[in-house]
């Protein structure tokens, strides 16, 4: 074997490690799916839901199947759940199968109240089942299956579903209402106000044109708005609709732009060869509160990355800015110009893009020069030297007026 060979061979080892350590995730990624579907498919429900119309009965009495898929023993327990879940009654609550068991029946009535919502009202009837077990080897879930009953409360005379949007136009904001009349009779007079506060929390009414709309039909009611009455952020809209003599109201949230988180400020110079103490001040510039709001940092000289930490969590208040105190170790870095690439993260969710400040790591004490005090130090600076100057004026007349009435005071 010649030495070409030899360092084939070496190359190729380091491959097929590689190679089996990924066929090895890959194979346990499909037990794991094969793991996951066994524990959905182990248990059936038949039928999945039940459709109730509201008006023909006040006494529904109906049931469902619990199937044993898998053919093996798990108990169950049973309760309705949704806004008309108490009434709703189960023959059993608890139920015990083995594995010779295929499937169970439950019986289960609803009382229907005499007043319900108009529209479908989503209920539904939990199977849970708990696996457990004290091997830590064995892998332990819970499963929940729903079998949904739908009640669909009838529509009165005059009635309209109303669906609330927004589109950005560029340099105005349209506010949009779809309305569907779903009662039984036309409507000769339907329009819809949205009312909203601006960046200066100035209120707007915004009315749209008044339309008829026969049963079943369904239309938009536009207005419009300028963007330039917003600034970046969240905003509560409402709307109005009215019909004939009857009105709805509907409350969404209008977002401006996106959420956003700024840093302002980051020290200019360190000392080299010691824990220094660093300051940055983050501004919101979203309207609302952010939480969880910490920055990454990658610490790179010469393009080179050396070093790299995370700042502790804070949260800013909407449009207001706030400062993180902390220590930058660089006990093991010598003077010269490094980068800090820094990277702010919020809600745990939203990440901004990179933005990278230059500082100078120095030598003994720092002397910050002149032209990278801020407009606040300069300003303190100034008044610093204010007080200063008038206390000496003060000292220096008092001065020269003992002198001029010296021989008052022989």
């Known amino acids: 074997m010649n030495l070409l060979e030899q360092n084939q061979q070496q190359l190729h080892l380091p491959l097929n490690k590689m190679k089996k350590a990924n066929k090895k995730i890959i194979i346990w990624t499909i037990v794991l799916l094969l793991l996951s579907m066994q524990l959905v498919l182990a248990i059936g429900i038949r039928p999945a839901k039940t459709t109730i119309i509201s008006g023909e009965e006040n006494k529904f009495e109906n049931s469902f199947w619990i199937v044993n898929n898998d053919h093996r023993d798990f108990f169950v327990k049973l309760y309705p759940s949704g806004p008309l879940a108490e009434y709703i009654s189960l023959e059993v609550t608890e139920l015990n ?14 009382m229907i109240p005499k007043t319900i919502p108009p529209g479908l009202t989503k209920n539904y009837l939990i199977v849970e089942e708990e696996l457990l077990s004290t091997d ?21 005379d005059k009635y309209v579903e109303v669906k609330l949007n927004f589109r950005d136009l560029g340099s105005d904001v349209e506010f949009i209402s779809e309305v569907e009349n779903l009662g039984k009779q036309n409507l000769t007079e339907v329009k819809t106000t949205f009312r909203v506060n601006d960046k200066y929390e100035q209120e707007h009414y915004l009315e749209t044109n008044v339309i008829s709309l026969e049963k079943d039909e369904n239309k938009l009611l536009i207005s419009t708005l300028e963007k330039d009455f917003f600034e970046l952020g969240e905003y509560d809209v409402s709307a109005i609709t009215e019909y004939d003599d009857l009105e709805v109201e509907m409350v969404k949230t209008l977002r401006i732009g996106k959420p956003e988180v700024d840093i302002t400020y980051f020290n200019e110079y360190f000392v080299a060869n010691k824990i220094n103490e660093y300051t940055m001040d983050l501004l919101n510039r979203w309207n609302q509160k952010v939480e969880n709001v910490f920055v990454e940092v990658e610490v790179k000289k010469d393009d080179q990355k050396i070093d790299e930490f995370r700042t502790k969590s804070i949260d800013i208040e909407g449009e207001m800015s706030k400062k993180i105190n902390d220590y930058f170790d660089a006990k093991e870095k010598n003077p010269g110009i490094y980068t800090f ?13 990179q933005k990278t400040f230059q500082s100078e790591l120095m030598t003994g004490a720092i002397v910050i020069p002149p032209e990278s005090l801020s407009d606040s ?6 008044i610093l030297f204010l007080i200063i100057g008038l206390l000496i004026g003060v000292m220096g007349g008092y001065v020269l007026y003992r002198y001029i009435r010296r021989d008052q005071y022989k």
């Open 97 to 110: 199968f083995l594995s010779t068991d295929e499937a169970k029946e439950v019986k289960y009535i609803v």
């Open 136 to 156: 830590p080897t064995v892998i332990s879930s819970k499963i929940l299956l729903k079998h949904k009953i739908l009640i669909q409360g009838e529509y009165p």
């Open 341 to 353: 690439d820094m990277v702010v993260n919020f809600w745990n969710t939203y990440k901004m893009e």
């Open 377 to 382: 130090s300069l300003s303190l600076t100034m």
